[in-house]
């Protein structure tokens, strides 16, 4: 199965219209290394949108979306996509350890999740898990989350 451009079901609210960046879309950026703010989402067109969650994810695709979206985000209001360190061995790429802010986060809503549980996901699952659990997040896709990945 495709992780460059699927969505997930607790998305759907706002994927029809690409309103919101969907979890495919965040990935590439993380790995391309661009902070894309939501102003900057809003300024692109909504062909380019969809062109941004078809955009593969292979190392080549990826070096070219960082440049693409450098090149395009220049010309809106708020100026450049700022430039972040490209994801690299990060937690949701690790498929031995589970992050303890996700536990900490699964522990909050009554849940766990073992490590073959982890291991089981996809590293676009393993993402979304991860970025779901940040601190300050407020959690409401993580429980539709862990149910939809069968958790």
């Known amino acids: ?15 029809a219209d690409l309103r919101c960046l969907p979890m ?6 993380d790995l391309a290394g661009v902070k894309l703010k939501l102003s900057h989402w809003h300024g692109l067109d909504p062909s380019e949108r969809a062109e941004l969650l078809a955009w593969p994810d292979h190392p080549g695709a990826i070096s070219d979306l ?16 700022s430039r ?11 498929r ?13 809503l009554g849940a766990s999740l073992e490590p073959r549980q982890w291991q089981s ?4 699952q393993r993402f979304a898990l991860a970025k779901l659990s940040h601190p300050g997040h ?3 896709n993580l ?8 958790l």
């Open 96 to 108: 031995d350890d589970i992050p303890e802010r996700l536990q900490a986060a699964c522990a909050q």
């Open 66 to 81: 960082r440049g693409w979206l450098e090149r395009r985000t220049a010309k809106l209001a708020d100026g450049p996509a």
């Open 121 to 124: 996901l996809d590293e676009l």
């Open 1 to 15: 199965m495709s992780l460059h451009d699927r969505c997930f079901a607790f998305e759907a609210d706002f994927v």
């Open 138 to 140: 407020e959690h409401r």
């Open 84 to 94: 972040i360190e490209p994801a690299a061995g990060v937690d949701w790429q690790q």
């Open 24 to 29: 495919a879309v965040r990935r590439k950026l």
């Open 143 to 150: 429980p539709r989350a862990l149910r939809e990945f069968g």
